[in-house]
């Protein structure tokens, strides 16, 4: 490549609607451009780097045994209606219609393609293990689309399934893409910590996640000193041993007047009804939230989340929760379909089951991610989900469903009860990990990679059964694998940047070598067009920067700014019969003989891998 | 690749939908499997087979200084609202919106979006010349799709674009690019012949076919002995001189009762109105056919196509002429509308810009591809397009607006003229070359590529300029290219099978060797196993089909059906220290000593290249 005709302009400035420093660096370095919110165009420059991640991700794949296939990213609905994805996905999926008025769809994620594939070709236990695999364009109608390609509304996926006999089989082939994972995100220079997940829509059960830290991820992972590391979405909360309160006192109803927040109700507490032995504080308080669910049918469900009142509720927790619901904020005509639900003033004795009122609760539908939010109540009665800290023989100060009034002494188990818990609270540092591994740290990380079980969810709504040694029928046991390979691209520039540009590891940067020809000395322009040559012919990749009009300055401030490995500056120094070798990491730099150029610069590289 | 774990099930049967063989033979043979109707999976061997012709396709673009890049699918409305398109398209286009109600469509092809970002990024003559491309999944809402992957609404294709300052800078880049593209079609094994073709909805004036001759093509060209060849969209009629008619009798009306087809009328003729010299027949008489033109804007135009008698007007002439507006069937309702047309009798009397009438003509909108349909009345009023033929001085039988009547002698140019004229009428075997290089032969063949001189349509719409030596401003001149890289695999199956299946060309092939094991005998699997290993070493792709329980029949049948080049049998000539070496296109088969079959086969790999 020469930049004298390479399609590439670097801009100065910042693009307006990027955030990040992956965005920023890679539309300024000429590597994307912006189509349409979310949709971005691959320029030269940044489509190697995506064949680069692309490659090392198929032959992982090959080595781990898998097949690639491809799938149209055109789909009709069919299959998505038989597995209730059709509407799951509710406004993240682009429907379409064609000239005949039938329902379309681009392709979110493949399960149902691949799940019908198998059957289509595969009836025999003996065909499998089988594990397939594409790397395809993949559409969601995001919300919020962010931070250039690390959360686009087209991108490109690496999403493999494999299909097993039994549960026992698919544990192998879960683990050799887990270990495939583990090679692809090394060979690519991304940090990753594994982490267990929750599997939102996907459905299934075991799940895992591949994040690279980074304080611009979209997720909050926790990891504790002895091992442990979830999805904040994934964590558990310890439950306490349940307390006797035989000795509690009574409850009893207290003015508290202008007190709908838990601050104000902390200081009322503490102002008209003092605690002998120490001051009321938030912990001492339970705070009930009033959500709205949507569901994936269209009913929308009021829901009351009782926490302790010194920690909030997590929206993406809440939301995991209720995978495949939507949770949204209530609103006033949630409140007014309500009138029980007295705001800032909301208790247990309105909620629950001991709540009275008809119910009939629908076991199957609508089962939370995690299992705690399984029945909802469909009389319209309001279903009280607590959070798992508040035991039997935990004490509270909550609402009296009264304008300016708490009860005190409210006693879980004795006093209320709840229709179950739910893991809506925020997750702190410093919170116990659930397996007793110790206290919790917190951290950001961008999900790159996400292994599933799924059990026999798509093979079960699909008919997806082989027949067994014994001539039974047996319903495929399934994973799904996925990578974002167009995402990895802005995870790695993320990893690999400075405030001058970006910094390619040598497996993935667009070229490996950057030779800078400075001044208008026609020498200089021949040593480096010979100098382009033999690296050529050494098989490394070059970009050469021959234009003859540009100052040192802006060919440097190109260069670490597009970021490949080594940079080779052909110049001044000739006249000694030297060219200058500079790392773009490290910024270590050499003086090196015009002879030796060639052998430095391919040892360098070599020294790089 | 082992047959034993290949994700692969060879059918019996062809598939209910299929028509063409290579749709047949694609699917029967695993290479793709149907997802709906016009959109198609791609197996793991239809996908390395559409894997290496991607290669070839980027091998020759690179050669030909090419620089690849990659537009996303969807994309916003607005750039092909600027050019005309989204309206243009029709039900053509895939239109979708997003959860913002945006307006976004799937993409068909990329020339605005590659006009936007030449002109986002360059700004200089310095710049340029400039071809970019890419290889790309695009969609059309096809009305029929048909014939597997020859005509799919979802599909791959190489669409390059060049830039450049002035014409003859163009001429070079679509020199470049043609010369690509007989290299291409050369190593992918496509004989071609490259043919004169209108534009359609792309716009601009140059362009030339690519076409594959096959039986299955939709297109259809000819070739004179002279070397002319064109699209039959394309082909003109040499237009006779005029005629002097000074002496020519004057029109007559007859009764004609019951003659409202060109057969009727001539028997009409002959039995009541006989003429001296001899019988008349349907060349002379004028045939006045009515559609209706449904122009992008919604405007529907009724219009009446004047030709010989003897001809058929020919309905993909018929489309070109008129695109991108559509031609639909004149119905009930245009005949209401239009009632001076009397259905079997009409004639000029009624038609054309004598027919009285006050109109309005609209020089710019809706210009024919071929300048022919040019200008349309908006008044309401029918336009009549004459064939080149009906020059002024031909004299024919016509329609005389009247129920049972028709006229004779009326003189074109004496006593009607037209609003233009138009090239629909069918071509023929024998007629004339436009460029008098001799009679023409039809055939038929399947568009592989297309070049076109694109102009300045887009850059003037989407304003790509660019300043030249001189500081001034100058609108880019750009081309076009497109080469159909899904429909080729097709083309090549098409081109090469036979009754037992397909038969690939070394250079586009999934492997090279297929390894047949035959029997159950331990030492013919070992050896098929080191012949395997030594042919991989020797850098060939191998199918190795080491099925254990599987007949030799159904072996030899599979391996006729998949077609690669190269088949080994490793079977009962063991025994004698022999296997086969078989050639699927040629069927030549030869026993060769089993320590030499590597060596052979490598040879003969080489041999077939």
Known sequence: MRSSTLFLRTLRDDPADAEVDSHKLLVRAGYI????????????????????????????????????????????????????????????????????????????????MFTLVVKDLYSSYKDLALTLYQIQTKYRDEARPRAGLLRGREFVMKDAYSFDVDAESHAASYAAQRDAYERIFD????????????????????????????????????????????????????????????????????????????????????????????????????????VAVAHPDGEREVVVIGVPGDREVDPKRLE????????????????????????GYIGPAVLGPNAGGEREVDDDAHAGADGAARGRVRSGAVRYLLDPRVVAGTRWVTGANEEGRHVFDLVAGRDFTADGTIEAAEVRAGDPAPDGSGALELARGIEMGHVFDLGTKYSEALGLTVLDQNGKSRVVH??????????????????????????????????QVHIVA????????????????????????????????????????????????????????????????????????????????????VETVASLR
Do not use: C
Request: proline share 7%; no cysteine.
């Open 518 to 601: 400075t001044g208008r000395d026609e020498e200089v322009f021949a040593a480096a067009d010979a100098l382009a040559v033999a690296l050529d012919a050494a098989g490394l990749d070059v970009l050469y920067d021959d234009r003859r009009k540009v100052s040192p300055g802006v060919k440097f401030a190109d260069a670490e700014l597009i970021g490949l490995p080594v940079t080779v500056v052909v110049g001044r120094g000739l006249a000694e019969g030297t060219v200058e070798v500079r790392r773009r990491a490290s910024g270590v730099t050499e003086q090196v003989p015009v002879a030796d150029a060639a052998d430095v610069v």
């Open 478 to 511: 399934m994973g799904s694998y996925g990578i974002g390979v167009s995402r990895a691209v802005a995870a790695i520039a993320e990893a690999y940047h400075d405030d001058k540009g970006l910094a390619w590891p040598v497996a993935v940067a667009p070229a």
């Open 187 to 290: 060979r690519l220079g991304l940090p990753y910590v594994i982490v267990a997940a929750t599997s939102g829509a996907m459905g299934g059960s075991r799940s895992e996640e591949f994040l690279v830290p980074s304080p611009v991820g979209e997720d909050t992972y926790v990891r504790s000193a002895g091992g442990y590391a979830a999805n904040v979405e994934a964590v558990t909360t310890p439950v306490p041993d349940a307390r006797a309160y035989d000795d509690l006192p009574a409850a009893h109803v207290e003015d508290t007047p202008d007190s709908t927040t838990i601050a104000t109700l902390v200081d009322a507490a503490n102002a008209l009804h003092p605690r002998a032995d120490r001051p009321w504080t938030a912990a001492d308080t339970l705070k009930n939230v009033v």
């Open 320 to 343: 995991a929760a209720f995978a495949p619901a939507e949770v949204e904020q209530a609103g006033d005509a949630d409140f007014a379909a309500h009138p029980e639900l007295v705001k």
């Open 33 to 112: 451009r912006r189509a349409a919110p979310g949709i971005y165009t691959w320029l030269p420059l940044g489509l190697r780097v995506l064949g680069n991640v692309e490659r090392i991700v198929r032959e992982e794949m090959a080595a781990a045994g898998a097949q690639e296939i491809h799938f149209p990213a055109l789909l009709p609905r069919e299959p998505y209606e038989a597995t209730n994805r059709w509407t799951e996905y509710g406004p993240n999926l682009f429907r379409l219609k064609d000239r005949r008025e039938n329902d379309y769809l681009l392709a979110p994620t493949h399960e149902e």
